[in-house]
């Protein structure tokens, strides 16, 4: 990529689904997604790509405060990956999308989630 860059937010699936305990994050992650659209076009004349990785339940220090970790544990190990995320599954993700393979996408929020959002 000639001049210009990437732009990588991070979002969560408490952008778009209710979850227990995620009031303010989850408002500011879906405010963070708009933002995301909205600069994927202003930043475009600047050869700038925006883009977000929306990350499921992810194992970090974070994920063990959730008073209702268990259930969200349950939840993964549920899906078609049965596993909750590593950190490293969205740094992947965010090395993809800074990459030339990824040079048409613009303004996307891929969800990484190891399939909790495909059974509901």
Known sequence: MTKGGCIINISSLGSHRVLPYYFSVGTSKATLEA??????????????????????????????????????????ESTVTTR???????A???AFLCSDESEMIRGHILVVDGGVTLTG
């Open 35 to 76: 933002m995301t659209k909205y600069l994927a076009v202003e930043l475009a004349p600047l050869n700038i790509r925006v883009n977000a990785v929306s990350g499921g339940y992810v194992e970090t220090d974070a994920f063990d405060s959730f008073p209702n970790k268990d259930d969200m544990v349950a939840a993964a």
């Open 84 to 90: 909750v995320l590593d950190p490293q599954d969205l």
């Open 92 to 94: 992947n993700a965010v």
